[in-house]
């Protein structure tokens, strides 16, 4: 069975940091790329940053230079920075692992910022 659970949400004060974590199971984690999505509410699901198997990365314009995608294949995670937090960074954040067949999205961890 295959699981992505995330963790590491929560509230902070404008300025602040989080690092999500999101760990996969039944999956061949290394061959997967990853990918954090965000939505807010009455929003669409927004990709944030996302990182290939080969650990290559990229960012959407209003979280670059502040957030950092990064994997750690042998503990099967792959997390996210997330530092200079604003309050529009507000949303639950979601976890998409995928390959060239398959693909799966995690539970969601929700990330509340504001004074």
């Known amino acids: 069975q295959v699981q992505l659970v995330e963790s590491g949400g929560g509230s902070v004060q404008p300025g602040g940091s989080l690092t999500l974590s999101c760990v996969a199971s039944?999956?061949?984690?290394?061959?997967?790329?990853i990918i954090w999505y965000r939505q807010a509410p009455g929003q669409q699901r927004e990709s944030v940053a996302s990182i290939t198997s080969f650990g290559s990365t990229r960012y959407d314009d209003s979280v670059k230079g502040r957030f950092t995608i990064s994997r750690d294949n042998a503990k099967s995670t792959g997390y996210l920075q997330m530092n200079d937090l604003k309050p529009e960074d507000t949303a639950v954040y979601y976890c998409y692992c995928l390959d060239t067949v398959r693909n799966y999205w995690g539970q969601g961890t929700q990330v509340t910022v504001s004074s």
């Open positions: 039944g999956i061949a984690f290394s061959q997967y790329a």
